[in-house]
Nanobody, 123 residues
Framework: QVQLVESGGGLVQAGGSLRLSCVVSGRIFSNYVMGWFRQAPGKEREFVAAFTWTSGRTSYVDSVKGRFTISRDNAKNTVYLQMSSLKPEDTAVYLC????????????????WGQGTQVTVSS
């Protein structure tokens, strides 16, 4: 059974930074795609970023390009989302996910999900 546990969310002022972590446990294949999604109140879940364990290829939604960076630490089985120049519109619950489709940008493309971590950006 695969488990994903996010952490690192919090309250930050606009322009600030946060780093989210997603610890992966259980059997995850090296060809899996790791993704970050976010969901704001009253809105649909939105793809944010993804990468592959094997090649390290990355993909980002346009609204976060140049501000967010997805990365991994293989030794720690951890995926990170470094968020900089945060804006109030980045406020959402951020969820880590694992799937097998590149590049999956829909929730249905992912098999496993974490519980989410809240990010709140004040203006």
């Amino acid at each position: 059974q695969v488990q994903l546990v996010e952490s690192g969310g919090g309250l930050v002022q606009a322009g600030g930074s946060l780093r989210l972590s997603c610890v992966v446990s259980g059997r995850i294949f090296s060809n899996y795609v790791m993704g970050w999604f976010r969901q704001a109140p009253g809105k649909e879940r939105e793809f944010v970023a993804a990468f592959t364990w094997t090649s390290g290829r990355t993909s980002y939604v346009d609204s976060v390009k140049g501000r967010f960076t997805i990365s991994r630490d293989n030794a720690k089985n951890t995926v990170y989302l470094q968020m900089s120049s945060l804006k109030p519109e980045d406020t959402a619950v951020y969820l880590c996910a694992a799937g097998r489709l590149w590049v999956g940008t829909q929730s249905r493309d992912y098999d496993y999900w974490g519980q989410g971590t809240q990010v709140t950006v004040s203006s």
